[in-house]
């Protein structure tokens, strides 16, 4: 059983940066894609940026490419998500995804606010 844990959600002003953390139990996170994905009240789930399991395979939404960088360390069973340049329209919780074997598991989320 593979559990996510979230971290490193806040306040930021526009233009400013956040770095999110998503520890993962167990000993099977080099075998997992992972991914971050945010939803913003009132509206659905989207996807943010996927990595491959070795991490030399990155994925990002049109929305946030160029300023965000997700990454991950196989040696800590951790994966980031390095955020530059927020906006407003970043304004979300961001929740941490594993897909293993096809079953999708999910982190309980960290809010990322962004002011203007």
């Known amino acids: 059983q593979v559990q996510l ?5 806040g306040l930021v002003q526009a233009g400013g940066s956040l770095r999110l953390s998503c520890a993962a139990s167990g000993s099977i996170f080099s075998t997992l894609t992972m991914g971050w994905f ?41 994966v980031y998500l390095q955020m530059n340049s927020l906006k407003p329209e970043d304004t979300a919780t961001y929740y941490c995804n594993a897909d293993f074997l096809g079953v999708q598991i999910w982190g309980q989320g960290t809010q990322v606010t962004v002011s203007s």
């Open 5 to 9: 844990v979230e971290s490193g959600g």
């Open 38 to 78: 945010r939803q913003a009240p009132g509206k659905e789930r989207e996807f943010v940026a996927r990595v491959s399991r070795g991490g030399a395979t990155t994925l990002y939404a049109d929305s946030v490419k160029g300023r965000f960088t997700i990454s991950r360390d196989n040696a800590k069973n951790t």
